[in-house]
């Protein structure tokens, strides 16, 4: 569909919008609700959007180990080269074969702040906004977008 989280039934454009996360760039636009066509507007106020794989898929369950082998490099060399404070991934489904294939790493992940990093960069991890996520109801997904902000401030405050 050309942009980010695109489909009507996903919950990260609502999810998004209600959060601190993006007061900013709602105040600026003078919007109340982001839609998936704000997708490349995001980085002038900098938040960009990426995959770890670049393959259309319905969920992270559709991917496989040879995706990630292929494309979490690529996705590295990218972090390594803009060095963001921080890369937030959707859903431990997709991080955890990205930690271990990319990192190296066999830690058992938990959502929130993580103690690996690529670079600079500081990585954290919010449910997958995903309607196949019930368990998590868009209230819940904007309360992380909340503390995701609330982590990237203490990030900003540490790097100064």
């Given at each position: 569909?050309?942009?980010?989280f695109?489909?009507?039934?996903?919950?990260?454009?609502?999810?998004?919008?209600?959060?601190?996360?993006?007061?900013?760039i709602r105040e600026?636009?003078?919007?109340?609700k982001?839609?998936?066509?704000?997708?490349?507007?995001?980085?002038r106020?900098g938040?960009?959007?990426?995959?770890?794989?670049?393959?259309?898929s319905g969920?992270?369950?559709?991917?496989?180990?040879?995706?990630?082998?292929?494309?979490?490099?690529?996705?590295?060399?990218k972090?390594?080269?803009?060095?963001?404070?921080?890369?937030?991934?959707?859903?431990?489904t997709?991080?955890?074969?990205?930690?271990?294939?990319?990192?190296?790493?066999?830690?058992?992940?938990?959502?929130g702040?993580?103690?690996?990093?690529?670079?600079?960069t500081?990585?954290?991890?919010?449910?997958?906004?995903?309607?196949?996520n019930?368990?998590f109801?868009?209230?819940?997904?904007?309360?992380?977008?909340?503390?995701?902000?609330?982590?990237?401030?203490?990030?900003?405050?540490?790097?100064?």
């Open positions: 569909r050309g942009h980010y695109a489909r009507s039934t996903r919950r990260f454009w609502p999810a998004f919008s209600a959060s601190k996360l993006s007061a900013t600026n636009l003078a919007l109340e982001l839609l998936p066509a704000h997708d490349q507007i995001l980085p106020f938040i960009g959007l990426t995959d770890v794989v670049k393959r259309a969920n992270a369950a559709e991917l496989d180990e040879e995706d990630f082998r292929k494309w979490a490099p690529l996705l590295i060399e972090l390594r080269r803009y060095e963001p404070r921080v890369a937030c991934f959707h859903g431990l997709a991080y955890r074969p990205f930690l271990r294939i990319a990192l190296g790493s066999n830690d058992r992940p938990s959502l702040p993580q103690p690996h990093a690529i670079g600079r500081k990585l954290f991890v919010v449910p997958n906004p995903s309607p196949a019930a368990h109801t868009p209230a819940d997904q904007r309360a992380w977008y909340d503390k995701l902000t609330e982590f990237v401030s203490q990030v900003k405050q540490l790097s100064k």
